[in-house]
């Protein structure tokens, strides 16, 4: 897409300042609220997990999705894993226990989208 059509679009979405979590995860949540979408009815973030790494188990009240933007690795929701690579999706409702693990022999990095949790009501 060229910078002409990206502008049809409207702005981009700018990123909060980017994390790092203690098992590598690079992480960048979007910041709508400075977005020509302030209330948009979900979060995001795009996180990179390094290649041998992974998430630790969470569960949460939102729903997720996962779109897998690049690479490779695997990803388990409540115990059952499967292989994941670019162009697959992945989404797990509240309290699902999902981990994700760049087990591949690459980066993995994955566009988050959530909602519906304490935050949005």
């Known amino acids: 897409?060229?910078?002409?059509?990206?502008?049809?679009?409207?702005?981009?979405?700018p990123f909060l300042p980017t994390e790092t979590d203690?098992?590598?995860?690079?992480?960048?949540?979007?910041?709508?609220?400075?977005?020509?979408?302030?209330?948009?009815?979900?979060?995001?973030?795009?996180?990179t997990l390094p290649a041998g790494?992974?998430?630790?188990?969470?569960a949460h009240d939102e729903s997720e999705?996962?779109?897998?933007?690049?690479?490779?690795?695997s990803v388990a929701v409540d115990g059952v894993r499967r292989p994941v690579t670019a162009g697959d999706m992945v989404s797990f409702g509240p309290r699902q226990r999902?981990?994700?693990?760049?087990?591949?022999?690459?980066?993995?990095v994955v566009l988050s989208m959530w909602w519906g949790g304490p935050d949005d009501r």
Do not use: Q
Not at 27 to 37: C, I, K, Q, Y
């Open 22 to 47: 203690p098992c590598g995860m690079i992480l960048n949540e979007a910041d709508f609220s400075r977005s020509a979408v302030p209330d948009a009815p979900f979060k995001s973030a795009r996180f």
């Open 1 to 13: 897409m060229t910078h002409a059509a990206r502008s049809t679009y409207g702005p981009a979405v």
């Open 98 to 108: 999902h981990v994700a693990a760049a087990d591949a022999g690459e980066d993995l």
């Open 65 to 73: 999705v996962w779109f897998v933007v690049a690479g490779g690795g």
């Open 53 to 58: 790494s992974s998430t630790p188990p969470d």
